[in-house]
Nanobody
């Protein structure tokens, strides 16, 4: 059984910050270090898109749209991954999903999201102008 639980979403004004968390549990994540962890988001009426991903050793990749504003990190002991989002804009509005994959952050950055299997339920981020 795989379980990813996201938290930290909410309503924030443009220019504000939020920190998302994703806690992993279940047999597949018993070896959390074997998984790259990532964040995708889906705006209303749009496809799910890559935001950022991180390998077990902390090396990471992120989309150009969030570079310099979002930071992904992980705590392997707590089996938790975080997404610190600063200087938010209305364009960042959407449901943010956590996902794990045994490949790499770099692979997740270019992979079609449909090929990823272990998703959380999502947390809604709304940025008002």
């Amino acid at each position: 059984q795989v379980r990813l639980v996201e938290s930290g979403g909410g309503l924030v004004q443009a220019g504000g910050s939020l920190r998302l968390s994703c806690a992993a549990s279940g047999r597949s994540f018993s070896s959390f270090n074997n998984y790259a962890m990532g964040w995708f988001r889906q705006a209303p009426g749009k496809e799910r898109e890559f935001v950022a991903a991180i390998n077990w050793d902390g090396s990471a990749d992120s989309s150009n749209s969030v570079k310099g504003r979002f930071t992904i990190s992980r705590d392997n002991d707590k089996k938790t991954v975080y997404l610190q989002m600063n200087n938010l804009t209305p364009g960042d509005t959407g449901v943010y999903y956590c996902v794990g994959d045994p490949t790499s952050a770099q692979a997740m950055a270019i992979m079609e999201y449909r090929y990823l299997e272990d998703w959380g339920q999502g947390t809604l981020v709304t940025v008002s102008s």
